[in-house]
């Protein structure tokens, strides 16, 4: 994995690691780059990092990425290789693969490359069968292998990992899909549940969608320039996703940026893109991880492993979830977020304790490996938690209800009564407080009061907790709403309201009050037209009550004793997700005349229901 910002896209990593000696790598390894021909004649660059120590054969630990599998030239090496320093130091046959049409490999790239189950000749391609090619070829061509092959992979990469998996070469021992892109639709970066996530792929795609002619080590400069000193107003002052596509943007430039504004609906474009439906009879040993903070790939492991779990009874499958955001996990020191002080470093935790003595133990049967079945770090009471199943069997669904005089209580309120607030594309409700160039990778857990005091958020609160509540799972909002226009946005977020005796955390800014913050621990989104079927949208009949029933992502994480519970409900969260016209249409072919008013009412019999572990 490249050293990409994560500000600048999605699918990529943050990766700060401890520098190792200057000289380690070429001290230590061979470097060799190679083409390596898949069964239809495509050539894809690859690049092999072996061990100079040739007393013992090593397993072959590879990543296959889009981001380039570079430096490239025998005598140009990288600083670090592997997920790890650990595994860096313990000595595998590293390898690194350009995929098919991207940077040095010849091919035509496909994003998120559907699976062939039924191959019926040689160009019959995927990305399983370019892994089971190239592992073949390492195996009858590179020297002192042990015949052994791991993967591993963050973001894009886990994708490619995950996608190893169906189809599988026997050869392939271990597999770690981390934070795999999975669902590009239903959860993955591209939408939530059918709402556009507009920030962080108008950004990515400027330069990951970016043409090429044919292979290059450089895809240089990106689609168009842009100069935004404030995220917010820039997308407010671009207006609808059809602008877009104006000459001084995409223009038409990007087929991948095409592709996403033409398939709208949960379509065959998106569906062969669902990598979920064909991890069935996976037994290779394979750790899912992923971070409860992550922006980007939240959806991707939770949904990784349990598609493996449901559809694989006989699976090695184990899921690791920490306080990461996306790819932290690999950072040489995660012990803060936000404002979250962990009091450990949990990365270096994960790398140690985790990560490498899963390759271990699979590709060089080295010491021990006793990981529980699922790995959890609990935020709230800053722990790690180790479960038998994902989620764990003593939880309860408990309903909480948003009532009346801005209660959320269990007892459930009155169907006929309720709340509403007016929904203006004109002035969204912000995803973030403050002004950003590109998205504040803290905002999963900001402090939420800059969002309760506005008119167009209903907030909803517990009074404070008599005893600690943990949740463990899965989180569901179910709405009952109507509405003037035909269709709407709902965003719904849980909060952790501190106490009011709350001291603020160490170095906090001039003016910084933990007293009283709204820290919020989960929040998506649905669009309304999707509510009873992602393939087939239905307009509001306006006046008239619906239900809108939609998961929110998993959740582990502790409400302490004298603490609230918050639920917050708008119908914009901007410009994370792009802007819903509230009118019944093709969203990316709306005009600046398709956006209006709509006055949102939500019903008190509406509830939220919480994955509550039981004692």
Known sequence: MKKILLAVGLFTAVQTFAQPAANFVKENFTKKDTLITMRDGIKLYTVIYTPKDASQRYPILMERTPYSAGPYGDTNYARRIGPNPTLMQEKYIFVYQDVRGRYMSEGVNLEVTPYLPAKKNKKDVDESSDTYDT?????????????????????????????????????????????????????????????????????????????????????????????????????????????????????????????????????????????????????????????????????????????????????????????????????????????????????????????????????????????????????????????????????????????????????????????????????????????????????????????????????????????????????????????????????????????ESEPNFKNAPRGFQMAGYQRLVRAEVMRGKFRNSFETPEAFVPGKTAHVRFNLNDVSHSFKKGHKIMVQVQSSWFPLVDLNPQKFMRIPDATKADFQKATIRVSHSSHIILPVLEK
């Open 135 to 499: 592992v073949d070829w390492l195996l009858k061509n590179t020297k002192n292998n042990n015949g052994r092959v791991g993967l591993y992979g963050i973001s894009y990469p886990g994708f490619y990992a995950t996608a190893s998996l169906p189809g599988v070469h026997p050869a392939i021992k271990a597999v770690s899909p981390q934070a795999p892109v999975t669902d590009e639709f239903i959860g993955d970066d591209a939408n939530h549940n059918g709402a556009f996530f507009l920030l962080d792929n108008f950004s990515f795609m400027n330069y990951f969608g970016k043409p090429r002619k044919g292979p290059v080590k450089d895809y240089g400069s990106q689609i168009f320039d842009i100069t935004a000193k404030d995220a917010y107003q820039f997308f407010l002052q671009m207006g609808p996703l059809s602008n877009t596509q104006a000459a001084k943007y995409y223009n038409k430039q990007s087929y991948i940026w095409d592709e996403y504004l033409q398939h709208d609906t949960y379509d065959a474009y998106w569906k062969a893109r669902n990598i979920r439906t064909h991890l069935n009879n996976i037994k290779i040993p394979t750790l899912v991880v992923g971070g409860w903070f992550d922006a980007e790939d939240l959806f991707g492991a939770l949904n990784t492993y349990s598609s493996i779990e449901k559809q694989s009874p006989q699976n090695k499958a184990q899921l690791v979830m920490g306080p990461w955001t996306h790819g932290a996990w690999e950072s040489a020191d995660w012990n803060k977020y936000a404002s979250y002080d962990f009091g450990s470093n949990t990365s270096k935790y994960f790398q140690d304790t985790l990560e490498a003595r899963f390759f271990n133990y699979y590709l060089k049967d080295k010491g021990i490996y006793d990981a529980a079945e699922a790995t959890v770090y609990e935020t709230g009471s800053n722990q790690w938690r180790n479960y038998p199943s994902w989620p764990p069997a003593n939880v309860k669904p408990v309903s909480y209800f948003l009532g009346d005089d801005q209660r959320l209580t269990t007892v459930a309120s009155n169907a006929n009564s309720y709340e509403e607030y007016v929904s203006d594309p004109a002035k969204p409700v912000p995803y973030t407080n403050g002004i950003f160039a590109r998205r504040n990778n803290d905002y999963m857990a900001e402090d939420q009061r800059f969002a309760a005091v506005r008119p167009d958020v209903l907030v909803y609160e517990t009074p404070e907790l008599t005893e600690d509540m943990t949740l463990a799972g899965k989180i569901i909002a179910d709405l009952e709403v109507s509405m003037t226009g035909t269709d709407a946005d709902f965003v719904v977020k849980l909060i952790d309201v501190l106490p």
